[in-house]
């Protein structure tokens, strides 16, 4: 499975922590999005007309969209991913998936204006950055209530890897994470899982690892 | 003292492969600027109806608000053959033009912001390296720096002792010299452009001038990429987000020794703009 | 917030946010602490600025009983003192360097953070859990508007919204922002704590247009 990837995009992100966490191998292909603006040339218009990335081809099969693309890796490696098909918890699968399209158009929208100095309308990125993080706090403090500590289930499903990288990353756009506990217990929650990658922004749980003893001259 | 000593430096604002007759409209020192090609391609700077001072040098436009005394600085290895010479692109960060150069002089922090790539723990100690203004030159050069790297360079294939010597030419500019795993002898040019646009907000513009046949361009432009945008969180929550050049307000250690001489030379010049001056 | 001549208690987080091994961003009247819990158990209130380059330490991580600051993972103990400076492995960092602490209180569910040297206690929340904390984009006048009730000397206010009776402890954050405890009965149902939350949230908004208003005139 290649993998149009860069390195700095929450969406390509997505993907390739999605296959780490459930151990698939993907080829990476990097796109200069920034400052080559590759992905609105020729080569991966012909291949995604919308100009996005990230790009997942899989013989055949190419895939353009990065919710469909992390169900498409977890119904191929690891079907405990998409949740357990009730029907409440897929309903909410569903549920969160879809508004990961609003953080990618409010958070990644702050993210590309204050970061990479993309045009647009910052104060309502932010605002709308804002609503979305209250609405998913809320989301996960009444899933709190009833024992579950991610977004669909007591265990992380495609929409958590789905919601997280825009999120995390909201102070990028300028957009604080400070007045969100629920939130900050449930991105500790995903960057403790086993198989967990970062990505630039997004720094790694350095307690996980003991502290070091070290003489000096060792170095 | 905003307008300080920094008016008559030279500055980067844009790249020479993306400019285009439609213009960049930018900011230097809180005025705003156009930067444009002209009729005969040229880059021309312009701030409300007036022309300043262009360079074109190293992959970017220069250009000032004052009236430059001396050329910018040299960087031979940039017209060394066999170099390849990399655009990262632009990155805004909301901090003081000084603070992001600094935290390009520092190594210390690798091991806890770039884990795995440029540092590690247990590896963490710094080895006394040395630090000097050089009077003839009138730059900051720190030589002799060493460290312990797991991923040195796109390059690089496992943990080296890497090398390194940083030179700061001007305010907001940082020039690092680093060991080339390819090129035993040579050494490889990472630079910092920091194009100050108020006091507490920054474009940075990184390039490279690497020895490296293997990786593509656009693995060397993600590599550098993903380092700044690992440092930019950090830069981003620093208290002041002002440089303080008193001495009393930060507490450095031996392994600081770069930043403290690049604070007093800072402060020797009266190279001002972004920095904190009494303890607040 | 409780104040007396000595010094004041402000409820800066829940105890359930603030798991083992972990560090959170919080507010005090005396300005932004890292709120932090070691290993063990134990919660403490520092400054939220590394003296090294002012790296704020809520971003930092917890190892054991130290809380480290994520850029050069400089360490300090809950009295504040410097205890590791991992670039220089050998040196044992002097006395001098060190990070302004807080006292802490922890008392049902709810964590105080003392300004000053406060001579008496955190006040007792009788009969009451937390549920959870919110921050609203209002001053305290505006969100004593929207619930139509003032809060007691010490930052609890009672109302009654979308007919649902809820009870809220208050505490100061900036003049148009205000952190909101929300408390109920132990004994309450998972409908009922959904819907005191919701209630909450509405009451949130309707201060925050009530705030809107006030500062667009």
Known sequence: MKLYNYILSPSCYKVRLMAALIGVRLELRPVDFHPGGEHRGPELMALNPAGSIPILEDGDLVLTESSAILVYLAAKAAPEWLGSGKAEEAARVQQWLSFSGRLTASLGGARLHEMLLRPGDIGAFQAQGIAALRELEAGLFEQGLRGQRFLAADRPTVADIACFPYVALAPDGGVSLDPYPAIRLWSRAIRALDGFIEMPGIHRLHELKPEPHIEPGEA | MTQDAMIDEWYPVGLVSQLDSFGRKTALMGEPIDVASDADGNARVTANGRTLPVCVRYGHVWSSLGQPQKELFAIPEADQPGRRFVDVGVVRVRCSPLRAVENFLDIAHFPFVHTDILGSEPHTEVQNYKVEIREDADEVWATQVKFYQPQAARSASGGITTEYMYRVPAPTCSVLYKTCPPRPGEWDVITLFVQPLAEDLCDVWPWMALFDDESSMTDLIHFQQTIFLQDRSILENQIPRLLPLDPGMEIPTRADLTSVAYRRWLKRHGYTYGAQLVAQ | ?217
């Open chain 3, 1 to 217: 917030m409780l104040s007396d001549p000595t010094g004041s208690w402000t409820p800066v987080a829940l105890s359930v946010d603030l798991p083992p091994g972990t560090v959170v961003p919080a507010r005090t009247p005396a300005g932004p602490i890292a709120l932090w819990r070691s290993a063990s158990g134990r919660p403490s209130a520092s400054a939220d600025r590394c003296p090294h380059r002012g790296m704020r330490l809520s971003h930092g991580f917890v190892r054991g009983e130290t809380l480290s600051c994520i850029y050069h993972g400089w360490s300090y103990g809950a009295a504040g003192n410097c205890l590791r400076i991992p670039a220089h492995p050998g040196l044992s960092p002097p006395e001098t360097i060190r990070v302004a602490t807080h006292p802490v209180e922890e008392a049902g569910g709810v964590i105080w953070v003392g300004v000053g040297e406060p001579a008496t206690q955190p006040p007792q929340l009788a009969g009451l859990v937390p549920l959870r904390s919110l921050q609203a984009q209002a001053g305290m006048a505006a969100l004593e508007a929207a619930a139509g009730a003032k809060a007691d000397e010490n930052g609890l206010l009672e109302t009654t919204q979308n007919s649902q009776e809820i009870r809220l402890l208050l505490a100061f954050q900036e003049r148009d922002e205000t952190l909101i405890h929300v408390l109920l009965d132990g004994d309450s149902s998972l409908l009922e704590r959904i819907a005191v939350s919701r209630a909450v949230e509405a009451l949130r908004r309707k201060a925050e247009a009530i705030e809107a208003e006030g500062s667009s005139r």
